[in-house]
C-alpha cells in the first residue's frame, strides 16, 4: 500500500539531471525544497494564487505548488538558483532588481525574477502596461510594483538594445 | 547635521537584497528541516461551546503523534498585543488568551492541535476529530454587540465594550449653540481587512537542555518570548525565542499568534521540532485582522470656514479577542482634535468585541481608518459651505506651533501646506479642480485630496527604550545588533547608514546582525508604530560614540597623541589638527586583540530611553475616472507627499511610500474580508476571492517628500513605515465625490457599494 504512494521521478534541474522518489500526492515545490533544497521556491498560499513558488518548466513559467512533482518527470526545471555565474555572478535581472530598489522583505522576489526571466528570454519588447499583464500573476505586499516594473523593463530594453548591437 | 561624505542621505543598495535576489535568504521554513507537524483544529460556529471532542478514530490514523483538546490546554489567560510589558498592571495589556478554547467566540477559533509526523497524517487527523458544540447567537456588527440583551462573548465585559475612552475638550453643548453655524454630519464605515503579507505566519519549536527555543516569523521577538513564558506558565528565560528574515508582517506579525501553542505542544512530544505553519485561509482568520471602524462625526461650522465645535463617536470592531484592543481606536480618537484644532471637541471612542476574526496591529495603528472618516467628512464640510476642499484645509490644518500637550509633539515646520503645495504641483490640481468642476455624461473625472496626521513610536504612552551593542572585529569592521528588527522595509540598511556615519567607518565594514535571538540580541521590543530609525537612531548614537572613546582611548596608548584630537575617518586613525593619519582601524583593532602588553576586546553596548516622539504628517492627491453607469472608479493618477523628517536612504523611503500607497489603494478600492451573516463564516479568506491590489490595478505610485529635519531626532528622520497607508482611501473617495457629487462613505469604493449610492442619488 505505502510502495504504491512513492513514484521514482527523473528530471533535469538547474541543468544537472536528477533522480528522487517523491509521494506522488507531493507537490513541485515540496520536492524542490524539501529533496532538493531550492528554497528559493517560496510558500504563500499553495494554491496558485500569489506566484511566490514560481519556477520555469520546459521554458515557461509555472506554480510550482500547483504542480504535482511526479509531473516533473522528463522535464527540465529552472530555479532561481540558476541564473547566477559559475562564481556567484549575478545576472542582469537579479541586478536590476537591487539596483531599482525592487526587493523590500524578499518573500516575492524569486518567483518574480523567473517571470522576469521568461519575459526577458522570449526576445521581445513589451510596453509597461504589458509587463504589467504579464507580471500580474505575482502579489507583493511590501513594493506597490512600482520598482519591480521598473526593474523587469530596464533589463528588457539593456538586452534589446545588445542585441539589436549584435 | 549633515557633514559633506556622510553616507546618510544616500542611497544605498540594501545590505541585504544580495541574498534576497539569489534565493538564499533564510526565512522561517527554509531553516526548519525535518520537524513533526502541528495543525489546528478550527471552530465550524461563530459562537459557542464545546461539549465534547472525539479524537478516537484520529488518534489511530498513521503517523500521528499526539492529540490535544481545549480540554487540556493550560489555563493561563495570557495577552497577545505586541505591546511593551506595563509595570503598571493598570496598563496592562487585556490577558483574554487561552491556547485553546472551550468558548469558541469567532467561526475558526481554536479548539483542537493535532502532532503528527507529515501534513498528510496531520491533515486527515483534523478531520477525523469529532467536535460537538452547544451554540449560541452570534453577533458581527458592532453597534449591534452593544445593544441591551446582545450576545456575550466575553464575561467581565458587559454590553461587548472592551473599552470606552473620550475627550471633553471645551463645552462642545454650548458652542454649538452660536447663531449662524453650519452643521454638517455624517456616518463613515470602513472594512475588515487584513495584511496579506506574503509569507504565512510561521513557527517552530524545539527544546534545548530544558528551554524552549522558538524560531518565529515575528516582529517583536522579545515581546514573543515574555508571551510564551506567560501562555506556558514558565520562567520567560527557560523561553529563547529566534527571529530570522521574514516575509513581511505589517503588524500582523506584532502580535503573538501560535508561538505559545507551538511551544506547548513541543513539551508534549518530548522536546522533538514541532513546526505549525499557517495556511493562507489561516492567516486571514486566525490571526490578525485591522479593525473596521465605524464613526459619527458631527461639525458646527461658521460661514468663513471656521470651526465652532466637533464630535466624534468611533465604534472599533475588535472581533473575538482583545489583542492590541482600544489602543487603535484611541490613536485614531487622538488625532480628531489635532489635525484641525477646534476649541469645543467631544470625541468617545468604543472597542467592541464582536464574533469576527481578532483585530490588532495593522500598518497605520487606526489612523487610516480615522483619516478615511476624517478626510472624508473634511470635503462634505468644505462642500457644504461652499469653499473648495483646499482652502478650507488650508485655513483649518494644524498650524505650525501647534503643541500637543500630552505626548509634548510639537509641529515646528509647516509640513502639512509643504506636502500639499508640492502634491498640487505634480498632479496640476488646481487646474483640474476647476476643469472637473462641472461635468456631465456616463464617464466623469475627479480629483480629491486627502492630509494624514500620524506620530512615531509610543512615547508617552508606553516605554520607549532601544538597545545597542557593538564589537569590534580584527579588520576593523564591526558588528552591530539592535532589538530593533528588519520585517523588509530596510531597517538593517539604514541602522548600517547610521553606524557607518557616527563611527566614521566605510559602510562594508559595519555587519549588523539581522537574525535575531533573544539570548544574544540586546533587549528591544521590536519593529512597530514606525519607530526603527527614530528610536534605534538614539542608542546606534549612543553606543558608536562610546565604542569611538574607546577606540581613541587605545589610539591614546599607542600613539600618544591626546584623544581630543584624534578622530576616525573612513576607518583611519587621524590626528584631526593636521588630518595626518596615524593608523588604520585593523592595525589598531589587531593590535588591541592581540597586544602581550594590553589586550582588549573593543566593544559597547549601551541603552537609551526615548521620552519623545514626532509628528510624521503628509498627504495624498488622487486622480479618478469613473464610469458611472458600471458603478466603477478607475485610479488614474496619484502622489504621496511626505515629511518623515532627513531621509536616511530616499530610494528605500520612496520604495517604502509605493508599498504604502499600494496599501492604501487596495484599502480604498477592493479589499474587504466578507463574512456569511447567517453563520458567521468568512466568504472570502483567500487570495483569489480576497482583492489585494495587483500590479494591473494601480497606476503609477509618484512618491515625493518634503525633508524637514526633525529637531527631537538625532539623526533628523521620522515615521514613514506606516503614514503612506493613511490618506490614500479619502483622496480616492473624495475624488469620486467631486466626480460625481456623490458622497460614498463605506469604503471599500468597490462596485457594489459605488452602485448603492449612485442608485440612492439618481445616477443609476
Known amino acids: 500500500m505505502a510502495d504504491k504512494q512513492y513514484k521514482l521521478v527523473t528530471c533535469t534541474i538547474n541543468g544537472v539531471r536528477r533522480q528522487t522518489m517523491v509521494d506522488v500526492r507531493a507537490s513541485l515545490t515540496d520536492m524542490l525544497r524539501n529533496d532538493y533544497q531550492l528554497t528559493s521556491v517560496k510558500k504563500g498560499c499553495e494554491v496558485g494564487e500569489c506566484g511566490a513558488c514560481n519556477v520555469i518548466i520546459d521554458g515557461e513559467c509555472y506554480n510550482s505548488c500547483i504542480y504535482l512533482a511526479v509531473w516533473a518527470e522528463g522535464k527540465n526545471i529552472r530555479t532561481l538558483e540558476s541564473l547566477m555565474g559559475p562564481s556567484g555572478e549575478l545576472s542582469d535581472i537579479q541586478q536590476a532588481f537591487i539596483d531599482e530598489t525592487a526587493v523590500q522583505c524578499g518573500f516575492c522576489t524569486p518567483g518574480f525574477i523567473m517571470s522576469a526571466v521568461e519575459i526577458l528570454e522570449s526576445g521581445k519588447e513589451y510596453s509597461r502596461d504589458e509587463l504589467r499583464k504579464l507580471l500580474s500573476g505575482h502579489l507583493c505586499r511590501c513594493t506597490g510594483y512600482e520598482n519591480i516594473l521598473n526593474a523587469v523593463e530596464k533589463t528588457m530594453k539593456k538586452r534589446l538594445a545588445m542585441n539589436h548591437e549584435v | ?764
Open chain 2, 1 to 764: 547635521m549633515e557633514e559633506k561624505g556622510s553616507v546618510l542621505g544616500k542611497s544605498v543598495k540594501r545590505v541585504d537584497a544580495h541574498d534576497k535576489v539569489c534565493g538564499i535568504t533564510k526565512y522561517t521554513d527554509d531553516l526548519c528541516g525535518k520537524s513533526l507537524v502541528a495543525r489546528v483544529l478550527h471552530s465550524t460556529i461563530a459562537h459557542g461551546r464545546v461539549l465534547s471532542i472525539d479524537c478516537s478514530e484520529a488518534e489511530k490514523i498513521p503517523g500521528v503523534v499526539k492529540i490535544v483538546t481545549c480540554f487540556d490546554a493550560p489555563k493561563n489567560y495570557f495577552p497577545t498585543a505586541g505591546h511593551p510589558w506595563s509595570t503598571d498592571p493598570a496598563h496592562q495589556d487585556v490577558a483574554d488568551r487561552l491556547m485553546l478554547n472551550e468558548h469558541v467566540r469567532l467561526y475558526g477559533d481554536d479548539v483542537a492541535a493535532v502532532v503528527a509526523e507529515d501534513e498528510v497524517a496531520a491533515a486527515q487527523a483534523l478531520r477525523a476529530i469529532h467536535v460537538e458544540y452547544e451554540e449560541y447567537p452570534f453577533v458581527l456588527d458592532v453597534q449591534k454587540a452593544m445593544e441591551d440583551g446582545a450576545p456575550q462573548l466575553h464575561e467581565a465585559f458587559p454590553n461587548n465594550i472592551l473599552k470606552h475612552t473620550s475627550i471633553r475638550n471645551g463645552n462642545y453643548e454650548e458652542a454649538c449653540k452660536e447663531p449662524g453655524l453650519i452643521k454638517v454630519e455624517g456616518w463613515y464605515d470602513t472594512p475588515t481587512v487584513q495584511h496579506c503579507h506574503i509569507e504565512n505566519f510561521i513557527c517552530y519549536a524545539e527544546m534545548d537542555k530544558g528551554r524552549i527555543v522558538v524560531t518565529a516569523s515575528t516582529q517583536i521577538p522579545h515581546i514573543v518570548r515574555r508571551v510564551v513564558g506567560q501562555a506556558l506558565g514558565i520562567p520567560w528565560g527557560k523561553v529563547r525565542v529566534i527571529k530570522p528574515y521574514i516575509g513581511g508582517g505589517f503588524g500582523n506579525k506584532q502580535d503573538v499568534l501560535y508561538e505559545p501553542l507551538c511551544a506547548w505542544l513541543c513539551t508534549l512530544v518530548g522536546g522533538r521540532r514541532v513546526k505549525l505553519d499557517c495556511t493562507r485561509e489561516e492567516t486571514f482568520v486566525c490571526n490578525r485582522v485591522r479593525h473596521a471602524i465605524r464613526g459619527h462625526i458631527i461639525s458646527w461650522v461658521r460661514p468663513d470656514g471656521t470651526y465652532a465645535a466637533r464630535k466624534l463617536e468611533l465604534f472599533s470592531n475588535q472581533g473575538a479577542y482583545a489583542s492590541h484592543g482600544h489602543s487603535i481606536a484611541a490613536k485614531g480618537m487622538g488625532a480628531f482634535p489635532q489635525m484641525y484644532p477646534c476649541p469645543n471637541v467631544d470625541a468617545d471612542s468604543y472597542t467592541v468585541f464582536t464574533n469576527r476574526p481578532a483585530a490588532g496591529a495593522m500598518r497605520g495603528y487606526g489612523i487610516p481608518q480615522a483619516m478615511f472618516l476624517f478626510e472624508s467628512h473634511t470635503d462634505d464640510v468644505a462642500k457644504a459651505i461652499g469653499m473648495s476642499p483646499l482652502e478650507f484645509r488650508q485655513k483649518n490644518l494644524m498650524p505650525v506651533g501647534f503643541t500637543d500637550a500630552f505626548s509634548k509633539n510639537v509641529l515646528y515646520t509647516d509640513s502639512y501646506n509643504q506636502c500639499i503645495d508640492k502634491a498640487r504641483v505634480y498632479m496640476d490640481y488646481d487646474r483640474k479642480y476647476k476643469e472637473y468642476a462641472q461635468q456631465e455624461g456616463p464617464i466623469r473625472r475627479g480629483i480629491g485630496l486627502a492630509a494624514f496626521w500620524y506620530n512615531t513610536a509610543v512615547w508617552p504612552i508606553s516605554l520607549e527604550s532601544s538597545s545597542c551593542r557593538m564589537v569590534l572585529n580584527q579588520d576593523g569592521s564591526v558588528q552591530v545588533q539592535v532589538g530593533e528588527t528588519e520585517i523588509g522595509q530596510g531597517a538593517d540598511t539604514t541602522f548600517t547608514q547610521m553606524t557607518a556615519d557616527t563611527l566614521g567607518i566605510p559602510l562594508e565594514n559595519v555587519h549588523v546582525i539581522s537574525c535575531q535571538d533573544t539570548d544574544v540580541t540586546p533587549f528591544g521590543t521590536g519593529a512597530y508604530a514606525s519607530r526603527q530609525t527614530y528610536v534605534a537612531g538614539f542608542s546606534i548614537h549612543q553606543t558608536a560614540l562610546l565604542l569611538k572613546e574607546r577606540i581613541l582611548d587605545y589610539a591614546h596608548e599607542l600613539t600618544r597623541m591626546p584623544t581630543a584630537i584624534l578622530d576616525i575617518v573612513d576607518g583611519m586613525i587621524v590626528r584631526k589638527t593636521d588630518l595626518q593619519v596615524q593608523m588604520s582601524l585593523e592595525e589598531l583593532a589587531m593590535e588591541a586583540l592581540y597586544s602581550l602588553s594590553h589586550s582588549e576586546h573593543l566593544t559597547a553596548e549601551s541603552t537609551y530611553q526615548i521620552k519623545s516622539n514626532a509628528y510624521s504628517f503628509g498627504c495624498t492627491i488622487a486622480e479618478v475616472e469613473v464610469d458611472i453607469p458600471a458603478c466603477r472608479a478607475t485610479l488614474l493618477n496619484v502622489i504621496n507627499v511626505h515629511d518623515c523628517g532627513r531621509l536616511i536612504n530616499p530610494a528605500l523611503a520612496e520604495a517604502q511610500v509605493h508599498g504604502g500607497m499600494s496599501m492604501g489603494i487596495g484599502y480604498g478600492l477592493s479589499e474587504q474580508l466578507l463574512f456569511d451573516e447567517k453563520t458567521g463564516r468568512p466568504l472570502n479568506n483567500n487570495l483569489l476571492d480576497y482583492k489585494l491590489s495587483t500590479f494591473m490595478d494601480h497606476p503609477h505610485l509618484e512618491a515625493e517628500f518634503v525633508e524637514n529635519y526633525e529637531p527631537t531626532s538625532v539623526y533628523g528622520t521620522k515615521a514613514l513605515g506606516e503614514p503612506p497607508v493613511c490618506s490614500v482611501a479619502p483622496a480616492i473617495r473624495n475624488a469620486i465625490l467631486q466626480a460625481t457629487g456623490v458622497a460614498v462613505n463605506e469604503l471599500p469604493l468597490n462596485p457594489h457599494n459605488l452602485f448603492r449610492r449612485f442608485h440612492e442619488e439618481g445616477l443609476v
